[in-house]
Structure formats: C-alpha cells, structure tokens
C-alpha cells in the first residue's frame, strides 16, 4: 500500500512520520529535514559511546540536548569574547594616541628649575592618564563582557529555541542558514521565516503536513528532533564562518586571530608608550641640563669680557 494512502492513525513513530512526509513534502525540504533527523541522531550516538552503558532514553535525550546546546553557547560566547577583546585594545589604542598626542605648557620666562619641574609633572600626567584610563576601559570590557554573555546564554536557551522554531518552515530556515549574521542570537536572524517560506504558488510545508498528523506526539518528536539538528548545523556554520573572520584579522598590520595574539598588541601598546614618556622624560631632563650649561657659560663668558674690556681700557689709559 502506497504510504499516502495509508490510514493517518498508522504514522505513531518518527519515523513513520519522516516516511510520510517524503510523499508530501518537496524533495529539497524533505532531504533537509532528513538530515537534520540524522544530525540529531549523531548526537545521541556519541552520547551513547560516551557513556560506554546501556541508558535510557530520556537520559540519552537529555545529555544530546545539553552537548548541542553547550556547543552552541561555547561557540557563540567565544566569539563574545574575541569581539570584546578587539573593542579593548581599540580603546587602549585610542587612549594611548590621545595621552601621547598631549602637549606640556613650558611657556613664560620660568627658570631651569620649573623647566625640569614642568616636564616631571607632564610625564607624571600622562602616566596617571594611561593607568587611570586602562583601569576604566578594564572595567568597563569586563561589566559589557559579562552582560553580553548572559544575554546570550539566556537568548540562546532551549526553552527559547522550542519556543520560537514551533514550525518546520522556522526549522527549515534555522537548517539553511538563510539571511545568517554574525550575532550572538541565533534566533532573531529568522523570525520571519514563515513569511519567507510562502510564495504566491506553494504553501508552507507544515500547511502540506495533515492536521491529524500534525497532532500527534511522534509529529512533535520528529519535529524536535528536526529543530535540534538544525541548531547542530547552524553551529557549525557558526565555527567556520567566525574562525574566517578570525583568520582575516589584523591590528597595525599584525595577524590578531586569536585573543592571546590581541592581548599581546594591546600589551605592547602599553610598554612602547610607558617607555616612551620616561625617554622623553630623560630627554627633557638633558635637554635642560644642556640649556642651563649653555647659559651659564654664556653668563660667565660675558662677565670675563666685560673684566677684559676693563683691564684692556686701563692699559690703553696707561700709555697715554
């Protein structure tokens, strides 16, 4: 008997459901939700391995959802991660260029001694500047970090997901990965995928899904099993295309794919500018030591001509 003429209370199993759908759904929708089934069952698999026991089913349920989910998470809170530390070492950049780009106030006639006093004080400011300013920009990479990952842990979360994919359409557009973006939510990238699964001349394939079938709990269990799939492909897109833009990354002309490699540039900003303002601070101090040298021998050597012009006028008066 041809599976679309047998009677609906026959489809009690996942599979029996998945049978039925290849004689109602088209051909590309049926062999994605296929592989979002065998995508799942993979998990249960190794999950089974894994615990090198007999489990039941519930147990191998539950442990399949938490590796899927912990995956998912992992991935998207690493990217969290690489991103903010990114944002952290523009602002130390950002911050090093303004405290550089300040200028000492020398101006007026003070003396060789508030010349020296003026530059200690300038590299005294600047260096409260950069340590000040790396405490606030910590702070701050530190309160966002923890905050976009929570919202992500909790926007991500698998009452979340079964809330929002309740339709073979959401699932199909979560499996394909249409319209993806690079943000930390997953589901929000396609709330409109009902919509997008309509055009003028084909339904959505839940609406070619009987409703009998559709009530049934093997119909939800399948589509469960669908829904998780997806999430597990979606993930590895997710890997592929963040470690691509790792891989494209650089700060100053330096590779920056990894937040160990950033953490080392934004590190190396901070040294190269503390050992630039105690070499300046040493120049300034030469250079006025050598300024106040000059002048002094300028003083001396105008006090010695004036007792010279003295002596030579009164030798001059002597021959008269």
Same mark, same amino acid.
């Given at each position: 008997m041809s599976r679309l003429k047998r009677p609906l209370q026959t489809y009690k199993t996942p599979v029996a459901i998945l049978d039925y759908m290849q004689g109602v759904l088209c051909e590309q929708d049926y062999l994605d939700l296929q592989e979002c089934v065998f995508e799942h069952d993979g998990y249960l698999t190794r999950t089974q391995q894994e615990a090198k026991k007999h489990c039941s089913d519930a147990f191998l349920y539950t442990k399949s959802c938490s590796m899927i989910f912990g995956d998912l998470h992992a991935t998207l809170l690493f990217h969290c991660e690489f991103l903010h530390a990114m944002n952290r070492c523009l602002d130390v950049s950002l911050l090093v260029a303004d405290i550089m780009d300040v200028k000492p106030d020398l101006n007026g006639d003070d003396g060789d001694e508030m010349c020296v006093d003026a530059g200690k004080l300038d590299v005294h400011i600047k260096t409260e500047g950069l340590v000040g300013g790396m405490a606030v920009i910590n702070k701050h990479s530190a309160t966002q970090l923890r905050e976009d990952k929570e919202k992500i842990t909790n926007t991500n979360s698998q009452l979340r997901f079964s809330l929002r994919y309740k339709t073979l359409a959401r699932i199909l557009h979560l499996a394909r990965g249409l319209d993806e973006g690079g943000g930390g939510d997953a589901g929000n990238e396609f709330e409109d995928a009902d919509d997008m699964q309509t055009t003028k001349t084909t339904k959505t394939a839940d609406a070619l899904i009987d409703s009998v079938v559709r009530g049934s709990n093997a119909y939800e269990t399948l589509k469960?099993?669908?829904?998780?799939?997806?999430?597990?492909?979606?993930?590895?897109?997710?890997?592929?295309?963040?470690k691509l833009q790792r891989q494209n990354t650089t700060i100053c002309g330096v590779r920056a794919d990894t937040m160990?490699?950033?953490?080392?540039?934004?590190?190396?900003?901070?040294?190269?500018? $503390?050992?630039?303002? =105690?070499?300046?601070?040493? /120049?300034? %101090?030469?250079?006025?030591?050598?300024?106040? #040298? $000059?002048?002094?021998? =300028?003083?001396?050597?105008? /006090?010695? %001509?004036?007792?010279?012009?003295?002596?030579? #006028?009164?030798?001059e008066q002597m021959h008269k």
């Open positions: 469960n099993k669908c829904m998780l799939g997806a999430i597990v492909k979606y993930t590895q897109r997710s890997k592929e295309r963040l160990s490699r950033i953490a080392s540039i934004e590190s190396d900003f901070v040294k190269k500018t $503390t050992a630039m303002l =105690q070499t300046s601070h040493c /120049l300034h %101090q030469k250079r006025n030591r050598l300024e106040c #040298a $000059t002048r002094k021998t =300028q003083e001396e050597n105008r /006090l010695l %001509q004036n007792e010279l012009d003295s002596v030579q #006028a009164r030798i």
